[in-house]
């Protein structure tokens, strides 16, 4: 059984970057796709990224394509989420969670069966 637990937000003025991390502890993390997901204030929870099991795939929102990177480490267990050129639209609480599902199903929060409790990332005007 897998914990995530995140780290890396804070608050950044347009135009920053920020690298938001994961570390997985328990269970066997080259066993799962990785994926981050979002929720705004009011809004429902959102796919952002998800890197497959052994890295080879990636996929992006729409919305994040050019200016956000996952990628993994597994030597230390741990995912990342760089974000470049951040918006005040990417204003939200950041999860990291972790699926055995098939590749085919990373983009369902439902899909997804472990998660970190969030880290808040605010993007100032």
């Known amino acids: 059984q897998a914990q995530l637990a995140e780290s890396g937000g804070g608050l950044v003025q347009a135009g920053g970057s920020l690298r938001l991390r994961c570390l997985a502890s328990?269970?066997?993390?080259?066993?799962?796709?990785m994926g981050w997901f979002r929720q705004a204030p009011g809004k429902e929870r959102e796919f952002v990224a998800a890197v497959s099991r052994g890295g080879g795939g990636k996929d992006y929102h729409d919305a994040v394509k050019g200016r956000f990177t996952i990628s993994r480490d597994s030597a230390k267990n741990m995912v990342y989420l760089q974000m470049n050129t951040l918006e005040p639209e990417d204003t939200a609480v950041y999860y990291c969670?972790?699926?055995?599902?098939?590749?085919?199903?990373?983009?369902?929060?439902?899909?997804?069966?472990?998660w970190g409790r969030g880290t808040q990332v605010t993007v100032s005007t």
């Open positions: 328990g269970g066997t993390f080259s066993s799962y796709h």
């Open positions: 969670a972790a699926t055995t599902s098939d590749w085919g199903s990373h983009i369902s929060e439902y899909e997804y069966t472990y």
